[in-house]
Nanobody
Framework: QVQLAESGGGLVQAGGSLSLSCAASGRTFSTYAIAWFRQAPGKEREFVVRISWRDSITDYADSVKGRVTISRDNAKNTVYLQMNRLKPEDTAVYYC???????????????WGQGTQVTVSS
């Protein structure tokens, strides 16, 4: 069982930066891949980035590649998402999710946080 809690969302101007955190509880956290998804109003949940559990291999959606960096600290049970050069279209609720998967599909992730709002003003 893994419980996740996101933090760090907020309001930022276009071109600015935000850092999100995903804190996990559960002794098996380090054996799960962690992904960030986002969901804007009226849109489907969208994959942003994932990091594997074993060797921290990362996958980025094209929409954020070069602007977003994911990292994890298994000793602290925390995954970080650094977002730079934010755009208004990055506005969404951001969720972290844990799963034993390499998938980009939300349904393949077993555990989810409650989400944190990111709003980018133009």
């Amino acid at each position: 069982q893994v419980q996740l809690a996101e933090s760090g969302g907020g309001l930022v101007q276009a071109g600015g930066s935000l850092s999100l955190s995903c804190a996990a509880s559960g002794r098996t956290f380090s054996t799960y891949a962690i992904a960030w998804f986002r969901q804007a109003p009226g849109k489907e949940r969208e994959f942003v980035v994932r990091i594997s559990w074993r060797d921290s291999i990362t996958d980025y959606a094209d929409s954020v590649k070069g602007r977003v960096t994911i990292s994890r600290d298994n000793a602290k049970n925390t995954v970080y998402l650094q977002m730079n050069r934010l755009k208004p279209e990055d506005t969404a609720v951001y969720y972290c999710a844990a799963g034993r998967t390499t998938s980009w599909v939300p349904e393949n992730y077993a555990y989810w946080g409650q989400g944190t709002q990111v709003t980018v003003s133009s």
